[in-house]
């Protein structure tokens, strides 16, 4: 069975998980988390950045620190992965959903602007599948309102807007290292400003609040969000490799790309000036296919897919009397291939056979 990913360890991450176990350096100190943060700076040009547990504390993270709890609103897009969401409601805030373009299937800043109340504090922009959401029209919108704006990058490592890397075109930007992302650090995220102390505050608070010059002095709320050296020593092993690791992923979009040109599918549609990482790629099934039935037979013939995400407006926790058409019909038709980087020529000729069988 072709997994839909598949992590690939084959450079140092052995070596250096076992030089944190030979020094007892495992957990949230030691020398391999300020290179992997280092790195991380280096790559996204973001001037200060973080590594924390997971992407999901990252974003709580973030919307805590600029201070978003009871009685706020934050647009969010509808299409999501739920933690998006889910993260704006742990602050004590209320999630207001936005619907998706048709081309991207990222958030449309009409809608955004169209759901600013005299409660909305923040604007949360969520990078899907690769895609880069449209950052200058957000941003427009976020300053004439007096709004902050979140950049949602877990699936959008390595993607530029303009030849500026997501997670710069915002006040706070949160990263994913879960085992299926671009790269990995078993479990583990990010979180990165430009602001200097947005990120202090953020350093502090992801650490018990306790005071960066102080031991033990606690002088306001804080998590336990930090990532531990064993992860930060993965991840610094994936970094030195990422330039192979997106080579790789960008011939296998382009294969799939070709691949699928005539055969009735609908394509993510990066925006003008967007270079995507292709971190999953993902497709829309004709509107007469039967989701089910084609993954089903993908199943069979020895490819794994998935459905892409449903819109968090149909979870019970979350349902309101709303529609948002593009966004539904997305949730409803899009699946995921598989997207790792070693997928061989043969395993890709595999999955591309498997799609054209089932929609016979």
Not at 252 to 264: D, I, K, Q
Not at 288 to 300: E, I, P, T
Request: proline share 5%; with cysteine.
């Amino acid at each position: 069975m072709i997994p839909v990913y598949r992590p690939e360890l084959s450079g140092n991450e052995k070596t250096y998980v076992l030089e944190c176990l030979d020094s007892t350096w495992i957990s949230s100190l030691g020398g391999f988390i300020d290179k992997f943060e280092a790195e991380l700076s280096r790559l996204t040009a973001i001037e200060y950045v973080m590594g924390v547990c997971n992407g999901t504390v990252a974003l709580h993270l973030a919307l805590h620190c600029l201070d978003i709890g009871p009685g706020d609103e934050v647009i969010v897009p509808t299409f999501t992965y739920i933690a998006s969401v889910n993260t704006i409601a742990q602050t004590g805030a209320k999630p207001v959903f936005a619907d998706s373009r048709p081309g991207d299937w990222l958030v449309d800043p009409e809608d955004v602007e169209r759901k600013i109340t005299p409660r909305t504090k923040a604007i949360m922009a969520v990078h899907l599948y690769g895609a880069v959401a449209d950052m200058p029209a957000l941003k427009a919108i976020a300053d004439r309102h007096g709004l902050r704006l979140i950049e949602d990058c877990a699936e959008a490592l390595g993607s530029t807007l303009d030849g500026v890397h997501v997670g710069n075109l915002s006040d706070v930007a949160t990263f994913s290292f879960f085992g299926n992302k671009t790269i990995t650090t078993g479990e583990g995220g990010a979180v990165g400003s430009n602001d200097k102390a947005l990120a202090a505050r953020m350093r502090k608070v992801k650490g018990q609040g306790q005071s960066l010059t102080r031991r033990y002095w606690h002088d306001e709320l804080g998590f336990n969000y930090r990532m531990t050296n064993i992860c930060a020593a993965i991840g610094l092993a994936q970094i030195e490799r990422f330039d192979d690791i997106m080579t790789r992923k960008r011939r296998l979009a382009n294969v799939y790309t070709e691949a699928f040109r005539n055969l009735g599918v609908t394509l993510q549609q990066p925006a003008e000036g967007v270079v995507s990482s292709n971190w999953l790629y993902s497709l829309l099934l004709p509107p007469d296919a039967d989701r089910d039935k084609v993954m089903a037979s993908m199943q069979a013939e020895g490819v794994d897919t998935r459905p892409v995400f449903y819109c968090a407006h149909h979870m019970p926790m979350y349902a309101i009397d709303q529609t948002f058409p593009v966004a539904q019909d997305i949730a409803s038709r899009g699946i995921s291939l598989p997207s790792f980087p070693a997928l061989t020529d043969a395993e890709l000729d595999q999955v591309i056979g498997a799609l054209k069988v089932a929609l016979r």
